[in-house]
């Protein structure tokens, strides 16, 4: 699980945007957002990049 979608909505950015960046379509992206899929280790610390966070702050922890 991933946490791409809080961290849009913290730093007010749009799924459209983050897909421009990425060079990925807007499904592939809702999907990563909507945890229905997960983007590969790659593609997260690009998003992270993107982002400007540390990818750790991508990740869903279980404690």
């Known amino acids: 699980m991933n946490r791409?979608?809080?961290?849009?909505?913290?730093?007010?950015?749009?799924?459209?945007w983050l897909a421009e960046r990425l060079g990925k379509s807007f499904n592939t992206v809702n999907g990563y957002v909507q945890n229905r899929s997960q983007p590969s280790l790659e593609v997260l610390y690009e998003i992270a990049k993107i982002l400007?966070?540390?990818?750790?702050e991508l990740l869903k922890t279980t404690v």
Request: a neutral charge.
């Open 52 to 56: 400007n966070v540390d990818p750790k």
């Open 4 to 16: 791409i979608k809080e961290v849009l909505e913290e730093k007010g950015i749009k799924q459209v």
